[in-house]
């Protein structure tokens, strides 16, 4: 479902020099299944999904999802492909705080061209457990409300692939599990693939695969090694 | 959930700020719409002074203080004409072009009322801009046998509280201190919404009767003075001339019974009474010429060559046009026959001075204002566009979320568009609602003052302009912070 073949991702410092973030030789992903990916801060998990998601372009390489080499697209099509093809949960959920959670659900139809369709945002809002909460704005709603309106929204579009970035971070320890468990059920309900980027054990342990970035990413292998190395010549002179 | 939604939302989420910038839009529209309905009050009032007649007779001189003094009653005449013009309208000379002829002296004021001496044929000859006839809201109009009667406008009437049997009078005291005698009130004119709401009628052989015995009690002096003797023997001449062509009808002689009957001065016969007076213009209603039906175009053409004075068989009638074309030729040739044979006198069409005037003077003014008012709406427009694009720093957030949702570029660019398009309308549309509604609030007033109906809620044609004006305004304005939404670093604006 999901291939990424020898992915590279840098920016351009101030002095001319190439910062490199990522350097993934390949990395898989069947459809339907839920990965949890996990790694220090730092080690380019945002850049990661957001590469995946073709909100970024890689530097270099191959994103191969359903067949389609994003990075060949361009620009207005990958937006095109994200809507109908990807659903993203945020850290800090994203809702927009002048829209309903069902307007939030359906604000991610109206751009992927298909037209609204109510009485999807209704049922997905109901399976997240808020069909009291049609017409409540965010700013009515408690932090895990806001995600799990943020989980509907992902899937809204029937998306055949879900990315979720530290969706735990900014939820209480309550509704924590609460908003996993509607992700994975949803996830595998609809039958669409699932990646959750995290670096909370409690999340991880629940997951059958799980990936550690510094294992996908050389760049943040590197960095790895150059820190234990580092730790361990400071040991020495200590 | 469309795109117009989308902006509509965020108008709405920013409540306090998207309604001040409406304001500030509606401001500027309501401004040009007052305008427009002053514009059009203003015009009104000017096209409601001169109808019913189609020439006035007066004094050479400007033609525009001509039509000022007749019309609108604004000013005393600074000079007359003889009586006896008003007579030789009358004769077969002039039968050709002239339907009927309504003498006018405008003399003092009757607490700052202009009053105007005239006969019964003003009010059954001339009518009103609607085209019907003068009505009275209270007694009835005076007869020529009325020496002393008056008949008041709406407002006079209304400002005054003088009534049907009341006592009017005006001018100085004379010589020996005293008043002359008073007009009674015969009949209270219905609201016509022109000059004569505010005027005061009284029969003209009244007026003369009165400034006969008093000359000293009035600014303006209507008796013969001694230097004119020599034209009055020319115009005698000419006179004569046209007494043998006279062709007193019914109504000519009742007007010339009253006046010998009345008369009680000595040493004046009919003839030499009327020589003796002077007025300040003669009101001249046309004839409407007609041409056979089946007329050729040329014959037409060369009935109209003839005009005026040409006599066409009135069996059948051709188009209104045709008929319209005649009579306004007529018309246009008039003044020159007149001018050219009244040496001392002029005549002039209202309806073309007050257009030119109106067209050059509060015209102008009226640009002015409504280029100043449109100054208004760009100013509000540049606040719009201040005020949005101020606001784009804190919706870049948004704008990336809607970019990761799917949305291209050029949709999150559409939809800040949209929004500032709303805006302008929404604040054009209360523009709409604030000046008419200020129009509503004025409306008594401008009735008490000018005398002119606004009907405020009426919208003119020139309004719908203001849509998509406001539209290519908002678009314009709208493009900047359009293009900051366009250009929002998705990746950037989304880290947390």
């Known amino acids: 479902m999901l291939e990424l073949r020898q992915l590279k991702k840098s920016y351009k410092e101030p002095d001319g020099s190439e910062l490199p973030i990522l350097d993934v030789p390949r990395w898989s992903v069947d459809a339907g299944e839920q990965v949890v990916v996990i790694g220090p801060s730092g080690c380019g998990k945002t850049t990661l999904l957001h590469i995946i998601a073709g909100i970024l372009k890689p530097t270099s390489g191959h994103v191969l999802i359903d067949g389609w080499d994003t990075p060949l697209l361009n620009e207005s099509e990958r937006d095109q492909f994200r809507a109908r093809r990807i659903g993203y949960v945020f850290q800090t959920f994203n809702l927009l705080p002048g829209f309903s959670a069902l307007e939030n659900v359906m604000l991610g139809m109206a751009f992927a061209g298909k037209g609204s369709d109510k009485h999807r945002a209704v049922d997905l809002l109901k399976r997240v457990g808020l069909g009291h909460r049609l017409h409540h704005k965010p700013g009515q709603m408690s932090v895990g409300e806001q995600q799990r309106v943020s989980v509907a929204r992902a899937l809204a579009n029937k998306p055949k692939l879900v990315l979720a970035d530290e969706p735990t971070a900014n939820v209480d320890v309550g509704n924590q599990q609460l908003v996993i468990d509607m992700l994975r059920n949803t996830c595998r309900e609809e039958e669409v693939a699932l990646i959750i980027v995290t670096h909370a054990p409690q999340v991880s342990e629940q997951f059958d695969r799980v990936d550690r970035l510094t294992d996908i990413n050389l760049v943040a292998k590197r960095k790895v090694e150059e820190m234990e190395h580092h730790n361990a010549h400071a040991q020495e002179v200590k | 959930m469309n795109l117009w939604k989308i902006a509509y939302r965020s108008i709405q989420h920013r ?108 009010f059954r000859k001339i009518v009103k801009s609607d085209g019907k006839p003068y009505t009275l809201r209270d007694g009835e109009f005076f007869k020529n046998t009325d020496t002393y009667g008056a008949v008041i406008g709406y407002t006079v009437a209304k400002q005054t509280g003088r009534k049907v049997g009341d006592q009017i009078q005006f001018g100085h005291s004379g010589p020996d201190g005293e008043l002359h005698e008073p007009f009674t009130v015969v009949g209270v004119l219905d609201h016509t919404g022109s000059p004569n709401d505010r005027a005061v009628f009284v029969n003209l052989e009244g007026f003369y009767k009165q400034h006969e015995h008093q000359q000293s009690a009035f600014d303006v002096d209507y008796s013969l003075v001694e230097a004119e003797k020599q034209e009055r023997l020319a115009a005698n001449r000419h006179g004569e001339e046209a007494d043998a062509d006279h062709d007193h009808d019914a109504d000519h002689d009742a007007d010339h019974e009253h006046a010998e009957a009345d008369h009680d001065h000595e040493g004046h016969d009919h003839d030499g009474h009327d020589h003796e007076r002077r007025l300040s213009a003669v009101l001249i209603i046309t004839k409407e010429k007609s041409v056979e039906i089946g007329a050729t175009a040329a014959d037409v053409d060369r009935a109209m060559e003839q005009a005026p004075g040409v006599e066409i068989e009135e069996t059948q009638l051709v188009s209104k046009k045709q008929k319209r074309k005649v009579h306004d030729l007529a018309v246009t040739a008039l003044p020159e026959k007149l001018s050219g044979e009244l040496l001392d006198a002029q005549a002039v069409a209202p309806v073309s001075v007050i257009t030119s005037f109106y067209q050059d003077v509060i015209g102008n003014i009226r640009y002015v204002l409504i280029i100043f008012a449109v100054q208004v709406i760009i100013v509000a427009g540049i606040g719009m566009m201040v005020s949005i694009y101020n606001s784009m720093s804190e919706r870049r957030q948004e704008i990336a979320i809607m970019r990761a949702l799917g949305a291209k570029r050029t949709t999150v660019m559409a939809i800040i568009l949209f929004e500032s398009i709303l805006l302008s309308l929404g604040g054009g549309f209360l523009g709409l609602i604030i000046g008419h509604g200020l129009a509503a609030a004025i409306s008594p007033w401008v009735m008490e003052y000018s005398n002119v109906l606004i009907r405020p809620w009426d919208f003119q044609l020139v309004e719908l302009i203001l849509i998509p004006g406001l539209v290519i305004l908002a678009s314009i304005v709208g493009y900047l912070p359009a293009v900051v939404a366009y250009r929002t670093d998705v990746a950037q604006s989304l880290q947390p």
Do not use: C, H
Not at chain 2, 48 to 77: C, H, W
Not at chain 2, 102 to 119: E, K, Q, S, W
């Open chain 2, 15 to 122: 409540t306090l700020a998207s309604s001040l910038t409406a304001l500030s839009i509606s401001l500027g529209v309501a401004l040009v719409v007052t305008v427009l309905v002053i514009n059009g009050v203003i015009s009104k009032s000017f096209q409601q002074g001169a109808q019913g007649y189609d020439l006035i007779l007066g004094p050479k001189g400007s033609e525009l203080e001509l039509v000022m003094s007749t019309v609108f009653y604004n000013r005393k005449p600074m000079s007359l004409i003889p009586y006896r013009y008003y007579d030789l309208l009358r004769t077969s000379r002039y039968s050709a072009e002239v339907d009927s002829a309504v003498p006018i002296a405008r003399t003092d004021n009757f607490m700052d009322y202009p009053v105007i001496a005239t006969n019964t044929d003003y």
